[in-house]
């Protein structure tokens, strides 16, 4: 099982000397907050139409001039813009994620990581590795989901971020598995219907059925609707822990399993395991931690997992574990050009 690779530094500064690299690495929260930073004030959409000095871009966002320059002149840098010899800054095909207005959009998610509940969960990853707790609930004593109830404005942020994520990976799983025999499937945990937007797209005799909690699903009914697929899915809320929708020939939960620890990882896999038929497949779509020695940034989005919900990513293997755990056999492991793999697997008798 592959997993996504760590992006090497910029050409210009092939194999650091280890105590700078060591130096590079502690800059890193600084790096996220100047991305942080020109996400917020939008700098990538006036740059999409072409190069521009930092006097101008800080004219039309509203920033100092000389701090918005240092800012971009940092993030050039790294690959984030290019900078010309008369000062001026383009985009890069990595600063082109921070638009607004793309389909492979990165910047809500950019916005998340810098959200004031983000930071202090991140904040208190001490915290964490002593305890084995999440800091996000030492911080708000209670788990994320909990909390969203009662902050609609951050779990905006959360959602439009999710969807962004989910919208710029699905391309990558919907083409790494053929679901041309699927004829009915159910997204179990689907949130806004992204990928099963896509699957429906890709495959018109397919049926869908989308389950999440309720407040989720009635907020993904309008997606549907712009994409005239209201007469071939059906919307339902409930409560995967307690039982999901039955008898469809096919079952996808992706980036649910990471959210959870193992036991209730098993319960969710176990509801599954009671609805679907013997003749069914489950497809579980995680970020796979890869074996030693390999780098990820799947292994560093683990460590959102410690410090905000108590879940965590797993190794292929690990996956199995939970799933022969439920009344599950993993009968094939595919890659996915992107952090996502997918574990099929068939109901044990």
Known sequence: MTAQALPSGPSHEPNLPP????QRLLQGDLLARAIH?????????ILQDGA?????????????????????????????FAEDDHSRFTLTPVGQLLRSETAASQRQLTLLHASEFIRRAKAGLPYSVRTGKTAFEMEY?????????THPEDKAVFDAAMTAASAAEVHAVVHAY????????????????TLLAALLTVYPTMRGVLFDRPETVGAARRRFEDEGLTGRVELIGGDFFQEVPSGADAYVLKNVIHDWEDEAAVQ???????AIPASGRLLIVEPMIPPPAVPSLNSLFDLILLVGYGGRSRTEAEHGHLLAAAGFSVTRALPTPSRLSILLAAPRP
Do not use: N
């Open 268 to 274: 969710i896999l176990r509801t599954c395991r009671r």
């Open 141 to 149: 004593g209670k788990q994320p989901f909990r909390y969203f109830q």
């Open 52 to 80: 521009l000095g930092a006097e101008e871009v800080a004219a039309r966002v509203g920033a100092h001039p000389q701090a918005l320059y240092r800012v971009m002149r940092a993030l050039a840098s790294v690959g984030i």
């Open 37 to 45: 930073t020109v996400a917020e004030l939008g700098v990538a959409d």
């Open 178 to 193: 053929d679901c041309t025999d699927i004829h009915t499937l159910v997204d179990v945990g689907g949130g806004q219907g």
């Open 19 to 22: 105590a700078a690299m060591l």
